[in-house]
């Protein structure tokens, strides 16, 4: 696939059809429109099997990486998929790698699969199911999953900068990486924001 350009190509068709395969609803046309060009970014930014700047240019480094996923199963890293974090609203996938690295972690301390029941919301699907205006689940560095492990077993882990548990159980519900987003407020993996968060 040679770099997308502006106008109507085989090799556009190709890495339209790439995404869309990945995941991003997004048309094929082979025209790099703004929302194919947002879809590349946004791939660049959740691949976790390398660091690819997120720039929404397809050089050779993108080009592989996209064969990559597609030949492991369309995923974004080991165990996880692109689509299981994409918004049940509008169906975008927005995600930062350094969110699907910690539940690779996660999910390696638990030594079981790792489900994702709520990754990126839109704002519109935020709304509706009564998220915080400021989630970090609008940026892609959030994630609410299953099963949960106790709240000091994930900050022995040293991998997320926001961990939201069950004050009844003692269980984890949701996981993010708020260091990594434009609202940290502060947190780190070793001081994390600590929170109630109650299962639904």
């Known amino acids: 696939m040679p770099p ?36 590349v970014r946004d791939f660049q930014r959740a691949y976790a099997f390398a660091t690819l700047v997120a720039g ?8 592989e990486a996209l064969r990559i996923s597609i030949r492991r199963g369309c995923r974004c890293s080991q165990h996880f ?10 169906g975008w996938i927005k995600l930062d790698r350094e969110l699907v690295r910690a539940l690779e972690r996660y999910r390696a301390e638990l030594d079981e699969p ?11 699907w935020n709304a509706h199911v009564g998220g915080d205006p400021a989630s970090q ?12 492990m106790r709240l000091e077993d994930v900050l022995a882990l040293r991998a997320f900068s926001g961990i939201g548990y069950d004050p009844a159980s003692g269980l984890v519900r949701h996981l ?18 600590v929170f109630p968060c109650p299962p639904a």
């Open 4 to 39: 997308a350009r502006r106008r109507t190509t085989a090799a556009n068709v190709e890495l339209q059809r790439a995404l869309r395969l990945l995941g991003w609803p997004i048309r094929i046309d082979g025209v790099v429109d703004e929302r194919t060009t947002t879809a």
């Open 56 to 63: 929404g240019g397809v050089g050779p480094r993108t080009q």
């Open 81 to 90: 998929s692109f689509r299981s974090f994409r918004s049940p609203g509008n």
């Open 114 to 124: 790792v489900t994702i029941l709520s990754g990126h919301r839109d704002a519109a």
């Open 137 to 148: 689940h609008l940026h892609g560095t959030a994630a609410d999953v299953e099963p949960a």
């Open 176 to 193: 993010d990486v708020r260091h990594c987003g434009p609202d940290g407020g502060g947190a780190t993996v070793a001081r994390p924001a």
